[in-house]
């Protein structure tokens, strides 16, 4: 279809290539004849008729038989558009979902037909942010230049943050047409982000872009994107599409960037190294990316590094890496790497260290804090014995820091440093220890009237003073004679100084003795930097001075070869130095130079550091499973240990239980023998004269009296004299259990090697003070409850009739009417009166029985408890240990290659600054 059609079917302004009038009227009156004429034949003309009624009662408003007219379209091509016509025809009506499905059922056509349905149903979603952005994404994809999409879509995405989505459609409109303000927008988008913008293929896009059209733009760009990604996630994929372009476009874009920004790639190396990737995530960047880049860059320092490193990653990976035509030797002197790199990435590696608790070697730290932490000069003072070297330290601090007497003198090399808390350290065969002044005094002091010998010892002293916020002084025993020159310990530590200043004496200025140390030392340290100073130039008459440093000069000129300036000091008189070139001499530093060497200084330390890392991390694995092997030697001695205390105190208890219950018996025997007597005595009083039918009643009330006085007078004293009894046995038997259990926690303490035992002793006093009470209150609650002895019809006086009336003497009779009245009151009558006070009793006491367990338990609660306590303390202890060693194994793999990492850029680092450049041979 031609373009002109289509844009009068998206105006629907078709029906004018048909009716030939403006009157909308009019023109439907014309098609309407047209139309009528057409039906018979059905021409693709009555289509168009059909077609252009339908547009026509569109602009009028009549939407219903808009629709109707273009139902009625069977021509293919109009019979398309005539759909999306009938959906406009909807929308206008309200029936939006009916609108929905037709355009959505919309499925051949024309590219700008399925453009114009992407923004009918854009306007239709417009409450959906969900389907807007899809309609969106199809338009951008479809053609984001047709009429105002770019404007809408990129209204929606910065509207709903859709950043990268933005992202790209700006790049798609720049490389279109390029201004600096939709270049703007890029940065603004990656700024308000609030998450990270993934690279994706638009990063790579954009460096080819700027690459063709804006040089300087390019250089920002790059800077900005490398800074951005840098601590994200997605900085590998920021690499891989940094390299796109470069490895797939123009190799010029990589000498360039190169070129212009080195510090991006030094960042992203030390990024790479850094921990947060594993090595086959790295392994394709370095082995190609970066083999690629030391190819394109220039010689410089980046070039060097990069070339270090490839050849510190062929050394790791000998087999699995070819690389060649790497020399450093032709490489210019200057690294890329400063003493702040360096002490990022130690920190880095020493704080990764400490995170895992992975033990770091103490000595390399030490040293490597000491080259890196600060960058005051370190100077060394020499000179021979007796030249002052100590009062000049002395005076410079404005401290008595050394002895600084003529007799005796250092013996071993200290170095003085600034703290805020007084320290001295001792270096002794790699291990450090802290001792005291006055320790370090008694260590390094000789006297060489008397030959002391010297030591090789290394001394390390902190002291809060001003001068040393400036600068590190680093003194050093006086050289003497010859034979005592050569064992000299200065010649062992020349590398603890940046320069060195050498103290000679007025008095005897430049010895045969000093002139070879000197030369020592510059055999050692060809690059050191050595200044002198005169000392004691007060000893010399005025007019000498002068004379004194002319000649001193000279010779020491001759001998060394170069210009050199003896400056002029007095130790006893600070007035007379010349103070600034004094403070010139001690605190001026050239600092690159300086940097360098301590960088050279330091990497053996750093790699003795790496190197120790396996050792300490297997020291702890075995560490961590000796510790787990004894927690559960611990919990399983103190599992017996609780077991055993319970075994113990139920052995206890029953115990004690036991007695009570016999004493509970016994009590019963004693009522049972007690009430008997007396019951005895009533049967005894039985005779022939003896009513038999009025005694019961005497009896009953007789009988229930004794009951009772015995109860109060007799049985309740008597049970609380045994109880007292029981108590006091108890109370006695209890200390020995305190006892035995003190020993028990003891032997606990022990196993769990607790600093202290839990002393406190069962509370018999409060077990005493609980069921005291409880007793006696149990003994008020004790009432006689009246005994019926008799039946209210006498049972007896029935049984003894039918006696008498057997056989029939009286005198007989009433003789077994006593024996047998006697006999029913000694067997059946006693024993159930027995039975029934000694129950009023003895279930009182029985029931005591609960009372007495809960007493126990309670009084054994808080030694059970501690005893529960810390067998699950022991429990807990060992699961943590045992989750601690799992933890280690489990990351075991991991720690290893991330310390392999750090040894790859420890082995860079020693190739980039052992590697001297040599001269090229033509």
């Not at 200065?490 to 200043?501: N, Y």
């Not at 039918?693 to 009896?699: E, I």
């Not at 006693?830 to 006491?845: C, S």
Request: proline share 2%; net charge negative; glycine share 4%.
């Amino acid at each position: 279809m031609e373009k002109q059609i289509e844009e009068t079917l998206i105006e629907k302004q078709f029906y004018r290539q048909v009716a030939d009038t403006n009157d909308s009227l009019e023109a439907i009156r014309s098609l309407s004849l047209m139309a009528n004429k057409m039906y018979s034949n059905k021409s693709e003309t009555l289509d168009e008729i059909l077609y252009s009624q339908g547009e026509l009662y569109f602009q009028l408003g009549d939407y219903e038989a808009a629709i109707y007219k273009w139902g009625k379209v069977s021509n293919h091509e109009l019979g398309l558009w005539a759909p999306k016509n009938s959906a406009d025809a909807y929308m206008c009506l309200g029936d939006l979902q009916k609108a929905e499905a037709i355009y959505t059922s919309i499925g051949e056509g024309s590219v700008t037909l399925k453009k114009e349905v992407l923004l009918s149903l854009y306007e239709l979603y417009v409450a959906d942010i969900n389907k807007v952005r899809q309609t969106v994404d199809k338009l951008v994809h479809l053609d984001w230049q047709y009429k105002n999409v770019y404007q809408m879509a990129l209204h929606f995405y910065e509207e709903h943050r859709e950043y990268l989505s933005a992202f790209a459609l700006v790049l798609d409109k720049l490389e279109v047409q390029y201004d600096d303000d939709t270049l703007s927008r890029i940065k603004t988008y990656f700024t308000e982000s609030s998450e990270t913008i993934k690279p994706v293929f638009s990063a790579a896009r954009l460096l080819k872009l700027l690459w063709r059209e804006d040089r300087q733009q390019l250089v920002n760009y790059f800077q900005f994107l490398n800074d951005y990604y840098l601590q994200t996630d997605y900085f590998i994929h920021w690499l891989n599409h940094l390299f796109t372009p470069i490895n797939e476009v123009d190799a010029k874009l990589g000498v360039y960037l190169l070129t212009e920004k080195p510090e991006c790639f030094e960042k992203n190396l030390e990024r790479l190294f850094s921990g947060a990737f594993k090595i086959k995530e790295i392994r394709h960047i370095i082995e190609y990316q970066f083999s690629e880049y030391y190819q394109l860059a220039p010689n410089t320092s980046l070039k060097r590094a990069l070339g270090a490193l490839l050849l510190a990653w062929k050394k790791r990976f000998p087999n699995d890496f070819m690389v060649s035509g790497i020399d450093l030797n032709f490489l210019p002197e200057e690294r890329m790497y400063k003493l702040s790199t360096m002490q990022e990435f130690y920190q880095n590696v020493v704080g990764w260290m400490n995170r895992i608790d992975v033990k770091v070697d103490g000595y390399s730290s030490w040293w490597m804090d000491y080259y890196l932490n600060n960058d005051k000069k370190k100077l060394m003072v020499s000179g021979s014995f007796s030249n002052g070297k100590s009062s000049f330290i002395n005076s410079i601090v404005g401290y008595p820091i050394l002895n600084a007497d003529h007799l005796p003198t250092t013996s071993a090399v200290t170095i003085l440093d600034h703290g805020e808390v007084e320290c001295v350290t001792e270096f002794r065969n790699q291990n450090l220890q802290v001792i005291t002044m006055e320790e370090l005094r008694a260590k390094t002091t000789i006297n060489h009237a008397a030959h002391g010998s010297l030591s090789s010892h290394l001394y390390h002293i902190d002291k809060d003073l001003d001068a040393l916020k400036q600068i590190t002084l680093i003194d050093t025993p006086g050289f003497n004679d010859e034979k005592q020159n050569e064992q000299n310990p200065t010649f062992d530590f020349l590398h603890l100084a940046d320069e060195m200043l050498f103290i000679l004496s007025a008095e005897t200025p430049f010895k045969k003795t000093e002139k070879e140390a000197i030369e020592k030392i510059l055999e050692l340290r060809p690059n050191l930097q050595i200044s002198f100073l005169l000392n004691k130039f007060d000893y010399l008459d005025e007019e000498e001075v002068e004379d004194t440093l002319e000649d001193l000069e000279r010779r020491l000129s001759k001998t060394f070869q170069r210009d050199i300036t003896v400056i002029p000091y007095s130790s006893s008189y600070p007035e007379l130095n010349d103070g600034k070139k004094v403070n010139h001499l001690l605190f001026k530093a050239e600092h690159l130079a300086i940097e360098q060497e301590r960088m050279e200084k330091l990497l053996p330390y750093l790699g003795e550091l790496l190197a120790k890392f396996d050792v300490n991390l297997e020291e702890k694995e075995k560490e961590l499973n000796r510790l787990l092997l004894l927690k559960k030697r611990e919990g399983d001695k103190l599992k017996e240990l609780e077991d055993s205390f319970v075994r113990y105190k139920n052995t206890v208890v029953s115990n004690i239980i036991q007695k009570y219950l016999s004493f509970s018996s016994s009590m019963h025997s004693f009522i049972k023998g007690r009430i008997q007597e007396r019951l005895v005595k009533y049967s005894n009083g039985i005779s022939q004269e003896t009513d038999l039918n009025k005694v019961y009643q005497y009896l009953d009330k007789e009988i229930n009296q004794e009951l009772k006085q015995l109860l109060e007078e007799m049985f309740q004293p008597q049970i609380s004299h045994l109880f007292s009894y029981w108590i006091s046995d108890v109370s006695k038997h209890l200390l020995t259990v305190s006892k035995d259990i003190a020993h028990m926690k003891i032997e606990l303490a022990d196993v769990r090697s607790l600093p202290e035992v839990e002393q406190q002793a069962l509370s018999t006093g409060e077990f005493n003070e609980r069921i005291i009470p409880e007793f006696k209150a149990l003994m008020e609650d004790i009432e006689y409850t009246h005994i019926d002895t008799f039946k209210s019809i006498n049972p007896v006086q029935s049984f003894l009739t039918g006696v008498g009336k057997l056989f029939g003497n009286k005198s007989q009779i009433a003789t077994d009417k006593v024996n047998q009245f006697k006999h029913q009151l000694e067997t059946k009558l006693f024993d159930e009166v027995i039975e029934k006070f000694g129950y009023q009793i003895t279930k009182a006491i029985a029931k005591f029985d609960t009372n007495i367990r809960t007493n126990f338990d309670q009084l054994f609660e808080d030694t059970q408890t501690y005893f529960r306590h810390n067998r699950d303390e022991s429990n807990q202890q060992t699961i943590k240990q045992a989750m601690e060693l799992k933890e280690l194994l489990d990351s075991k793999e991991g720690y290893i290659e991330r310390v392999t990492l750090y040894k790859i850029r420890y082995e860079q680092l020693r190739v980039d600054y052992t590697t001297k450049q040599r001269e090229l041979v033509r």
